[in-house]
């Protein structure tokens, strides 16, 4: 698990440049929302949370499909399949990694862009935080998404239809963080459901994308 | 009978354009998915009958 | 001849003739004294007037887009635990119909509460857990038809169903928070209109009438369904010397 672990991160090192491309989607896609509905002060740290909640979502997609697309097309993901560690460890180390360099890196650019919507500094420690929990959920849902969809085309666009209404809830306790702390209600609900939600998805997400990367390879 | 006349039925107390809108589409799509279904249904029996032919000579 | 390997398709084909035949009947005479009953005899609303005569057939669409997509789940877990290939038919063939029945459910939604509610449009928990239903069913529908291999499709899709179902609930949830949190005093499309009793039964008699239409279409489509796949075998050639 550790070495598949090393060496996905080791993979990803080297091609930094759709790290970076996700990253940049991250930072265009927020920037868009002031320059399509106007830079009002008020207006954009009332948005701001959900935004840059869609914008993290969205950034993160993108880079889904190549979480096991590159192993299926050489050949490692049969390899992965015949190893004697159980496949769903197998698919919580390539999670892991994945996350790593995504999900993660997009919650530490967070405060940058919370900065640009002028949000308060207890509302952007706020939102990072959400992020840090939420993005693991929507790496775990978007590995299903990605073995769901292996080889087929337009892999990207149909991951993303199959993926987001799921993530759904993910969003509306991330983004909703935020406002509710905002209006006094205090963060524990939501923190405490994002949560139960990583917890359900750690063991049952693996699963799931396990008997989906089999299907696929039947 | 709650209505005293037709005129009164599909005038629905202002609310004609709404009930019959939702009524009408209802039905369209019920129609419109059972003629899908026939006429595939349809479509299967004539390629049958073409290979069949193919099969008899 | 291994009529065994063939045996649950071929079985079920004429079954599933006969049942469609029976549910269409069913289903019609039902929906006469249902809308009998919701358009000439039910009085008017107190609070809603003629409109809320909408009831009924916007509440049996919605209960049916939701039990349909149960249905396919469960057809989809038979069908990966016994490797069956009938229980995937039959969840693909439920597939189109209970995305229409979404579709009428929020049609009918919008047609609903604009009179009521000034809106074609209100983000009640019911009426956006219906859209994102839709969702649902359409990504279902689109990771079938692109994966090629039929096998894999249904396997794919039906897993897809699994996943789906079980976040089903937890969407509702969130959805039903969210809609609290931004309305307070939310406005609500599922608060029916207290119902007369006479009102509640042309209700229940045209849910029935739909569910029975839904299955009446959803075999329909799986003895196409089983006439396009099993064209290779043997009892598909004699069934079709007999027409």
């Known amino acids: 698990m550790l070495a598949l672990f090393q060496r996905d991160i080791k993979l990803v090192l080297r091609q930094r440049s759709d790290t970076f491309a996700a990253l940049a989607f991250f930072i265009i896609v927020a920037s868009m929302f002031p320059l399509g509905i106007g830079p009002q002060a008020t207006l954009l740290k009332q948005i701001a949370s959900g935004v840059l909640w869609i914008a993290a979502l969205l950034s993160a997609m993108l880079g889904m499909a190549r979480m096991f697309s590159e192993d299926y097309a050489d050949g490692t993901l049969e390899q992965m399949l015949l190893s004697a560690t159980p496949l769903p460890l197998l698919v919580l180390a390539k999670v892991c990694a994945h996350w790593l360099c995504s999900g993660f890196l997009l919650s530490l650019l967070s405060p940058l862009l919370a900065m640009q919507f002028g949000m308060s500094p207890e509302s952007t420690w706020i939102l990072a935080l959400s992020l840090f929990l939420g993005t693991p959920i929507l790496t775990l849902l978007g590995a299903i998404g990605a073995a769901l969809t292996l080889g087929v085309r337009s892999q990207g666009t149909l991951l993303s239809l199959l993926i987001l209404p799921l993530v759904i809830p993910v969003l509306i306790f991330g983004a909703g963080a935020v406002d509710a702390a905002n209006a006094g209600l205090g963060l524990t609900a939501h923190f405490s459901l994002l949560g139960a939600i990583l917890l359900l998805a750690l063991p049952l997400a693996p699963l799931a994308t396990a008997a989906a990367c089999r299907i696929a390879l039947e | 009978m709650n209505w005293n006349s037709v005129s009164e039925f599909i005038h629905m107390g202002g609310y004609g354009l709404y009930v019959w809108g939702s009524y009408a589409m209802v039905a369209a799509v019920m129609i419109l998915e059972v003629w899908q279904l026939r006429s595939r249904a349809r479509a299967q029996d004539a390629a049958s009958l073409l290979t069949q032919d193919g099969e008899n000579v | 001849m291994n009529w065994f390997k063939y045996a649950a398709p071929q079985r079920f084909y004429p079954l599933a003739g006969i049942l ?224």
């Open chain 3, 20 to 243: 469609v035949t029976w549910c269409s009947v069913l289903a019609t005479l039902l929906a006469i004294v249902g809308l009998t009953i919701g358009l000439l005899i039910a009085p008017t609303d107190f609070q809603q007037g003629e409109s809320y005569r909408i009831i009924f057939i916007h509440v049996p669409a919605s209960w049916m887009s939701m039990v349909i997509f149960v249905a396919m789940a469960f057809w989809s877990a038979i069908g990966l635990a016994f490797n069956a290939r009938l229980a995937f038919m039959l969840a693909r063939a439920l597939a189109p119909t209970g995305a229409l029945m979404c579709f009428l459910a929020l049609w009918t939604g919008a047609l609903w509460g604009k009179p009521t509610w000034g809106a074609w449009w209100v983000w009640d928990a019911r009426l956006t857990s219906e859209l994102i239903l839709l969702f649902l069913y359409i990504g279902y529908l689109a990771l079938h038809s692109t994966i090629q291999d039929t096998r894999r499709a249904d396997r794919a899709a039906g897993l897809l169903a699994l996943v789906g179902v079980v976040n089903v609930p937890i969407i509702y949830f969130s959805v039903k928070w969210w809609n609290t949190l931004h309305q307070g005093a939310s406005v609500s499309v599922s608060a029916a209109p207290r119902m007369a009793s006479i009102m509640l039964i042309g209700m229940l008699i045209m849910a029935i009438a739909f569910w029975l239409y839904a299955i009446a279409t959803a075999l329909a489509r799986t003895r196409i369904l089983i006439r396009e796949r099993e064209a290779q075998s043997a009892w598909i050639d004699s069934l079709e010397e007999q027409t």
